[in-house]
T-cell receptor, first 109, second 115 residues
């Protein structure tokens, strides 16, 4: 079967750095996405990786290793507004998006 | 950037009534739109894939007669929850993508509460 694993919950301190990991086993691979979702709102796009390596976008970076079936989302200079759920999703060989259960990130002052 | 509009954002209805949710892609054409359901503190659950001009593809366990999907044009898909019951109360989100290699854009979601 297809599976996406990410931690259920993480806690970090304002101003610090946090890394959210995602591992996947899917039938084929056509890209990996990270989305941010605040409570009661729809997800918003953060990043997209289709080749190995690091993609940096401001305070957020995302890394992909296709051979290891592994990605992480790195958040720097954490702000209170970064408290949200972070969803990892992979497009399989049929271009279907397979979603992880999400990681709830709690930021403490 | 691409925008997906979803309406209404919140619905409260009585048990047994039907509720229609609209999803529009505002600045791109979407031959395919997706309908998700999300329970509190849970991840997105794909309900169905809406295909313009043809029948929707439903995920296993989703009742097609309960959740009617119509994709009448390249910019509009509707989800109708028929004869709603309290267990249908949930957050419903639509999404669309300009192409297979593109990211998904999400509507703002509809919180349905069935009394």
């Amino acid at each position: 079967g297809q599976n996406i694993d990410q931690p259920t919950e993480m806690t970090a301190t304002e101003g610090a750095i946090v890394q959210i990991n995602c591992t996947y086993q899917t039938s084929g691979f056509n890209g990996l996405f990270w989305y941010q979702q605040h409570a009661g709102e729809a997800p918003t796009f953060l990043s997209y990786n289709v080749l190995d390596g690091l993609e940096e976008k401001g305070r957020f970076s995302s890394f992909l290793s296709r051979s290891k079936g592994y990605s992480y989302l790195l958040l720097k200079e954490l702000q209170m507004k970064d408290s949200a759920s972070y969803l990892c999703a992979v497009k399989d060989s049929n271009y279907q998006l397979i979603w992880g259960a999400g990681t709830k990130l709690i930021i403490k002052p | 950037g691409a925008v997906v509009s979803q309406h209404p954002s919140r619905v409260i209805c009585k048990s047994g009534t039907s509720v229609k949710i609209e999803c529009r892609s505002l600045d791109f054409q979407a031959t395919t739109m997706f309908w998700y359901r999300q329970f509190p503190k849970k991840s997105l659950m794909l309900m169905a894939t809406s295909n313009e001009g043809s029948k929707a593809t439903y995920e296993q366990g989703v009742e097609k007669d309960k959740f009617l999907i119509n994709h009448a044009s390249l910019t509009l898909s509707t989800l109708t929850v028929t004869s709603a019951h309290p267990e249908d109360s949930s957050f419903y989100i639509c999404s669309a993508s300009p192409g297979e290699w593109e990211k998904l854009f999400f509507g703002s979601g509809t919180q349905l509460s069935v009394l």
